[in-house]
């Protein structure tokens, strides 16, 4: 491909031709409101990128990072994830419709009002992010993990969180059903707001 080629021609050319992208580097482009569908990134990089309003289906990123990257109102559908990070990125009502998550790191992020349905995370990392009002929704977490993150009122209807430490985080007006929280970590403050899924009244 010609060096002067813009992100979003490359990736439209991509599609047509039904080839991949590897080892590309973009930096302060826009794909916004573009749609892509059945190729593959490997070790790209994205810096100051602009995804917003931008439409995937059955992608698969690989060895890939995106750094500052404003991904808005994103869909991914049926997209494969694999050592990929995103680094102080915007993920504001980005969904994510069945996804893969392999080896995933979200540090620094803003990602209100996030959706994530049907998807399968396996060494997951979130750090420093805002998940508040996110959804996390009929999800299998293994080897996840939430580090100093915001989750207030954040969905997880039918995700298991056994084994996920959320001492670290604000989880006020977290939305569970209740089983979901069996094996949770949590502080003894944590635990007295969480009471209420167990039907029970705190006395102080």
């Known amino acids: 491909m010609p060096d002067h080629q813009t992100m979003q021609n490359r990736i ?86 069945e996804p893969i998550f392999d080896t995933l790191g979200i540090s620094d992020c803003s990602c209100r009002f996030f959706s994530v349905s049907g998807g399968k995370l396996r060494h997951a990392v979130f750090s420093g992010s805002d998940l508040s009002e996110a959804a996390l929704q009929e999800c299998s977490l293994r080897d996840t993990e939430f580090r100093n993150c915001g989750l207030q009122k954040a969905d997880f209807l039918h995700t298991p969180l056994t084994g996920i430490d959320l001492t670290s985080d604000e989880i006020g007006g977290l939305i569970v059903s209740g089983p979901e929280l069996r094996g949770a970590k949590v502080t003894m403050l944590q635990a007295c707001d969480l009471a209420r899924y167990l039907g029970l009244t705190v006395q102080y």
């Open 12 to 97: 439209s050319a991509a599609c047509r031709q039904e080839e991949d992208i590897g080892g590309a580097e973009f930096t302060g482009e826009s794909a916004a409101g573009l749609e892509a569908s059945g190729i593959s990134f490997h070790g790209c990089r994205f810096l100051n990128c602009r995804f917003e309003n931008f439409h995937a289906e059955n992608l698969y990123f690989e060895d890939t990072v995106f750094e500052k990257c404003d991904l808005s109102n994103a869909a991914f559908a049926d997209c494969c994830f694999r050592r990929v990070e995103f680094r102080g990125c915007k993920l504001t009502g980005a969904n994510f419709s």
